[in-house]
């Protein structure tokens, strides 16, 4: 196992459109593995492989709640569906067959850190995919699971949710970070940089 750097925003490698995989092979498996532990060591909930410089439809997922400071997501909010998922997910080439309703839901990405806004997605989504170990699979899923694999699956196409926003807070997130960047320390200087802190637009 190991820990992968992720590509941020403006890398223009994250706008690349990444190619299905052919088969799942241990190769394949194996970058699934280390994304999830990536994913894991960034309190991310879902990561795709473009944002690890692996340009295949694959993307990682884990949205159970995490207990200690980072209860984000606590288990009664978990619809009746969701909590019948077995996580993580592994998912290779996803397509969405159904869909259905609309949401909204304040989301973040690893590859924008630090920056928070609120997207529309659908509701309810049918997705068809390969596994983890290659077999065609079909699930169903809303809450915050269906809000997460749709970030994920536009990632698989160059797409950030800074692109869904309004083109002025768009443009004005961009250039912000063109300009200044990412506040710098995270985990290994709590004292200068409190996380989640609110960047002033
Ligand atoms: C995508 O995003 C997502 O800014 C996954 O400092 C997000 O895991 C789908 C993260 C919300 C649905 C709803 C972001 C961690 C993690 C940050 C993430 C940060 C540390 C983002
Ligand atoms: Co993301």
Same mark, same amino acid.
């Given at each position: 196992?190991?820990?992968?750097?992720?590509?941020?925003?403006?890398?223009?490698?994250?706008?690349?459109?990444?190619?299905?995989?052919?088969?799942?092979?241990?190769?394949?498996?194996?970058?699934?593995?280390?994304?999830?532990?990536?994913?894991?060591?960034?309190?991310?909930?879902?990561?795709?492989?473009?944002?690890?410089?692996?340009?295949?439809?694959?993307?990682?997922?884990?949205?159970?709640?995490?207990?200690?400071?980072?209860?984000?997501?606590?288990?009664?909010?978990?619809?009746?569906?969701?909590?019948?998922?077995?996580?993580?997910?592994?998912?290779?080439?996803?397509?969405?067959?159904?869909?259905?309703?609309?949401?909204?839901?304040?989301?973040?990405?690893?590859?924008?850190?630090?920056?928070?806004?609120?997207?529309?997605?659908?509701?309810?989504?049918?997705?068809?995919?390969?596994?983890?170990?290659?077999? $065609? +699979?079909? &699930?169903?899923?809303? /809450?915050?699971?269906?809000?997460?694999?749709?970030? @994920?699956?536009?990632?698989?196409? =160059?797409?950030?949710?800074?692109?869904?926003?309004?083109?002025?807070?768009?443009?004005?997130? $961009? +250039?912000? &970070?063109?300009?200044? /960047?990412?506040?710098?320390?995270?985990?290994?200087? @709590?004292?200068?940089?409190?996380? =989640?802190?609110?960047?002033?637009?």
């Amino acid at each position: 196992m190991a820990i992968l750097e992720i590509l941020k925003f403006p890398d223009p490698r994250l706008r690349h459109k990444a190619k299905p995989v052919e088969s799942v092979t241990p190769q394949l498996q194996q970058l699934a593995d280390n994304m999830l532990e990536t994913m894991y060591e960034s309190k991310g909930i879902g990561l795709a492989a473009i944002q690890v410089n692996e340009p295949v439809r694959l993307l990682v997922i884990d949205t159970r709640p995490i207990n200690k400071e980072g209860a984000r997501y606590e288990p009664q909010q978990m619809t009746e569906r969701e909590q019948k998922v077995d996580l993580p997910l592994v998912v290779f080439n996803p397509v969405i067959v159904k869909k259905e309703g609309k949401t909204t839901y304040d989301e973040g990405c690893l590859s924008v850190p630090g920056y928070y806004e609120t997207v529309q997605r659908f509701d309810y989504v049918k997705v068809e995919y390969l596994n983890r170990e290659g077999e $065609k +699979s079909l &699930i169903e899923l809303d /809450g915050l699971l269906s809000i997460c694999i749709q970030h @994920e699956m536009d990632h698989l196409d =160059g797409k950030l949710f800074i692109d869904r926003l309004s083109p002025i807070k768009s443009n004005r997130i $961009k +250039s912000r &970070i063109k300009k200044h /960047g990412y506040p710098e320390a995270d985990e290994d200087d @709590e004292s200068t940089t409190k996380k =989640g802190e609110e960047v002033a637009l």
